[in-house]
């Protein structure tokens, strides 16, 4: 932690005690008076520090019984999906509640550039760092890196790491929502509906949990014709859908690992005079996406809190650098939205 700064009072007592220094030995005066009022003099002048980080300390929120601030790390995957924006916000709001600095940076879905963002941070005297990985299988490292380097607590976010030592886990549950999605498809469009699957970034754990909750209703119920990732992207989202119905131009659904993707599929229906024909179903419940529900654009969306997920992240870290028992797993509420 910064050391404290003194207060302009411990300034104005310091340059006091200077003054009255000056006085004594340019006068000499060594008589009984003098010396006396010297040693109250000194006295007030050692005990202003302490008076000072008294005042600093007072309300300072988590922290109070050692009088420090605690400073949180968090990288997220990116900051340019609306959803991650949301997990932000949620963190920040518990931040300013508690009096917990928080330093927050996003990866632009790159694992290499979070590996080097988390570096920077670990920098910053950290009492714990929040990670939202990019890929579970590539952030192993770094989280084990963690633990032996700097021993610093570590706790996820949406994602999971396949590896390394972690407090806790705050996510939804990805694959019972992914068992929405395919349960909603199949309760509207019936048994065989011919489905395109566009997955989330390969690597990520989001991705394979949603896959694996769809599919194992899917496997039975769907005929899933295509699975292809669009990277979390809306513009790939647009045209990866393009590309696939050239080769397959009837489909009745697509399922989206996110929203952005799903907007770029209508985008792609739309385009080709297709929208009122294809159920598209995508999963967070961003804005746009609940707006797209309501318009009759999409026909539904796996929504997600991020708001909520990124204040249960913070406050769970909070909970555990106070000394309290955490869960490993924390579950965020998921809701199906529809028209």
Known sequence: MLPKIASNGSAYKARVCAQQKGVMKMKNFLGIFSIVAMVFILVACGGSEDASNDTNNAGSGVDDATGSEIVVGVSL????NPFFLDVEDGIREVARENNVT??????NDDAAVQSADIDDLLQLNLDLILINPVDADAIVTTIEYINNTHNIPVVTLDRSSEGGDIVSHVASNNVLGGVQAAEFIVANVGDGAIVVELEGQPGASAARERGEGFNSIADNSLNVVARQTANWSRAEGLSVLESILQTHPEIDAVFAHNDEMALGAVEALRALGMLDEVLVVGFDG???????VQSGEMAATVAQQPVLMG????ETAIAYLAGNQTEYSVDTPLQLIVD
């Open 311 to 314: 204040r249960m992240a913070l």
């Open 77 to 80: 995957s990116t900051l340019t």
């Open 102 to 107: 928080v330093h927050i940076v996003g990866a």
């Open 286 to 292: 961003i804005d746009d996406a609940v707006a797209a």
